[in-house]
């Protein structure tokens, strides 16, 4: 079994800094991207940001020059530093990876639970 972690989620100021953590344990063969995503009420769960087993990234256009996503392959943990925080950043984020487990044959895409960050004065 596979699970997804995420935590740092919270209440920021306009113009302040969180920053994400994601972790990934269980029976893992292999990872590939990592991401973050976020969705609020009622809208649809949009890409944040992506990076690959290798490193290379993509961005958002909302969220480019703000938001820095990496990963620390050892420790199969993803992050998101989130800076220049705006009112309008405010959803739930969620992580995703694509895993290829000792338990299955076969990648396959895992969601943690969401984290809150909230961003209002």
């Known amino acids: 079994q596979v699970q997804l972690v995420e935590s740092g989620g919270g209440l920021v100021q306009p113009g302040g800094s969180l920053r994400l953590s994601c972790v990934a344990s269980g029976s893992i063969a292999s990872i590939n991207a990592m991401a973050w995503y976020r969705q609020v009420l009622g809208k649809q769960r949009e890409l944040v940001a992506r990076?690959?087993?290798?490193?290379?990234?993509n961005y958002a256009d909302s969220v480019t020059g703000r938001f820095t996503i990496s990963r620390d392959n050892a420790k199969n943990t993803a992050f998101l530093q989130m800076n220049s925080l705006k009112p309008e950043d405010t959803a739930v984020y969620y992580c995703?990876?694509?895993?290829?487990?000792?338990?299955?044959?076969?990648?396959?895409?895992?969601w943690g639970q969401g984290t809150q960050v909230t961003v209002s004065s």
């Open positions: 990076i690959t087993s290798g490193g290379s990234t």
């Open positions: 995703n990876a694509n895993i290829k487990s000792e338990l299955r044959l076969g990648w396959f895409d895992y």
